[in-house]
């Protein structure tokens, strides 16, 4: 092998690395297809920098990976990854926003779990899965800031929580009504209102598409690379 070979093969490894450890993503491929792995995990951080201690992923960083996935002559599908507890709801809403509009192949599967603001992230893709064992919890929007005690206020609220729960009906199998009713329920968190979805219960229900792990995540995604 060439100097200029193993010197090209080195770079793309320091590449690899410096993916892995600043987005959590990779290109995985063979000599047939090439997918690019994406990772939502922890808490989706928005305008404020979150705890250093606490994993995060950026939506100043994702948006740009995900229009220059879409951009890319080389990528043919994204699998999307997610194991968050929610986090900073609009920036939640940007990042499923720019899922759903992609044209290149999107699947997403919710692993550890996908709580919150990550339920519209795991609909936005072209199709879902999620593990039997996972979760998904869905309330209100709530917020940890000050709330001047006024209509508007809650007015605000109630719209932002109506503009989650459209995009989530539109992006699956569920209706808005049926959403309202899960959302609100007052006998399943101890500490709060909502439910806490298991993997087929999210299925039943009709918010994802299927329980399934990696091996059918990629299935689906070589299905959709063959749609003209």
């Known amino acids: 092998m060439s100097e200029d070979k193993k010197e090209e ?35 989706i951080e928005g305008h404020t920098v979150s705890d250093g201690n606490q994993k995060s992923t950026k939506y100043d960083h994702l948006i740009p990976l995900l229009i220059s996935l879409e951009e890319s002559d080389e990528i043919e599908g ?44 795991a609909v936005a893709a072209r199709r879902s899965f999620i593990v039997p064992s996972a979760t998904m919890t869905i309330h209100p ?17 109630e719209k932002m929580q109506n503009r989650i729960l459209r995009f989530i009906a539109t992006h699956s199998h569920i209706s808005e009504e049926s959403l309202r009713k899960i959302m609100l329920r007052t006998d399943v968190l101890a500490n709060d209102i909502g439910s806490v979805l298991e993997g087929q219960e999210a299925v ?14 990629l299935n689906a995604l070589r299905e959709m690379k063959k749609e003209p």
């Open 9 to 43: 093969q080195a770079e793309k490894k320091d590449d690899l690395r410096e993916d892995i450890k600043e987005l959590g993503s990779v290109e995985a491929g063979n000599a047939r297809e090439r997918f690019f792995c994406v990772n939502i995990i922890g808490q």
């Open 78 to 121: 994204i699998l999307i990854l997610l194991n968050t507890l929610g986090g900073d709801v609009e920036a939640g809403l940007a990042i499923a926003e720019v899922i759903a509009s992609l044209t290149k192949p999107t699947v997403s599967v919710v692993l550890g779990g996908g709580h919150s603001i990550g339920v519209p992230l």
């Open 141 to 157: 929007v709530r917020t940890s800031g000050l709330v001047i005690g006024v209509y508007q206020s809650f007015d605000y609220l």
């Open 204 to 217: 039943d229900c009709g918010l994802i598409d299927a329980v399934g792990g990696i091996r059918d995540a």
